[in-house]
């Protein structure tokens, strides 16, 4: 499972002309799900991001989580983080979980996220969304479980 975590002062997800997902300051995180992926590994991720020291204090310094700004978070699906591009130019996908697997774990850790008191919100599985990334910084974290 992998998930690019971007600090935002601004992100939206829309679908056909339709704002799905809409948040102030916070997270956008693009999720990844690999064929072997768990809940477990979809509730570490979960903690780990809600935790995630990258706010700014009063003294400038990334000190203060999403929990303690009282942020919010977008979680979007999305397979290609799992594109193996080690041979040729077109990406391989063979890693990403199938859609009876993914979903459900999208789902679950979207849940989890919440469960910490972070108003979550998400993009729609399968469909093609148009996401706007207002980055704040730029901070892009990686975390891989």
């Known amino acids: ?15 056909e002309g339709d704002v799905k997902a809409s948040i102030a300051d916070g997270f956008v995180i693009l999720l990844g799900v690999e064929q072997e992926d768990t809940e477990e590994k979809a509730n570490y991720l979960a903690r ?5 020291r990258v706010f700014d204090d009063g003294k400038g310094k990334m000190n203060l989580s999403l929990i303690d700004i009282g942020g919010s ?19 391989s996908f063979i890693k990403a979980a199938p859609p009876e697997i993914a979903s459900p774990l999208v789902d ?10 972070i108003e979550t919100q998400s993009g729609e599985f399968g ?17 891989e479980h």
Request: charged share 15%; aromatic share 4%; proline share 3%.
């Open 1 to 15: 499972m992998k998930a690019v975590v971007q600090r935002v002062t601004s992100g939206k997800v829309t679908i």
């Open 48 to 52: 780990k991001i809600a935790n995630l």
């Open 73 to 91: 978070a977008i979680v979007v699906s999305q397979f290609t983080l799992m594109a193996d591009t080690r041979k040729g130019n077109r990406p």
């Open 108 to 117: 679950h850790f979207a849940s989890q996220l919440s469960a910490y008191g």
């Open 127 to 143: 469909a093609h969304m148009v996401v706007d990334i207002q980055n704040d910084g730029p901070v892009t974290i990686l975390i």
